[in-house]
């Protein structure tokens, strides 16, 4: 079983700078894309920020020039790293990965998501 730990949301003023972290655990044998979603109240999840295994980083236009993605492969640790926050940024941010494991004797693929970190952008 392979598992996604998130940590590091919170509250934090219009402007400020915030963290995220999101650790994979688990009988892993090698992970691709590692990616951040969000959600707001009433609205759909949408993509922040990818970091594929191999590739260049994307992100969302909304956060483009202050979000920035990076992955820790030796460690099987992606970051996010939020400046310039604004009010709209107000979301659960979810770690979501695609990962092959190891169950019982046969390597699976699986699309695996965190448990999410609310991070609120308020004055």
């Known amino acids: 079983q392979v598992q996604l730990v998130e940590s590091g949301g919170g509250l934090v003023q219009p402007g400020g700078s915030l963290g995220l972290s999101c650790v994979a655990s688990g009988s892993i044998v090698s992970i691709s894309a590692m990616n951040w979603y969000r959600q707001a109240p009433g609205k759909e999840r949408e993509l922040v920020a990818s970091?594929?295994?191999?590739?260049?980083?994307n992100y969302a236009d909304s956060v483009k020039g202050r979000f920035t993605i990076s992955r820790d492969n030796a460690k099987n640790t992606v970051y996010l790293q939020m400046n310039s926050l604004k009010p709209e940024d107000t979301a659960v941010y979810y770690c979501?990965?695609?990962?092959?494991?190891?169950?019982?004797?046969?390597?699976?693929?699986?699309?695996?998501w965190g448990q999410g970190t609310l991070v609120t952008v308020s004055s």
């Open positions: 979501n990965a695609d990962i092959t494991g190891v169950l019982g004797t046969s390597k699976l693929d699986f699309e695996v």
């Open positions: 970091a594929p295994s191999g590739g260049s980083t």
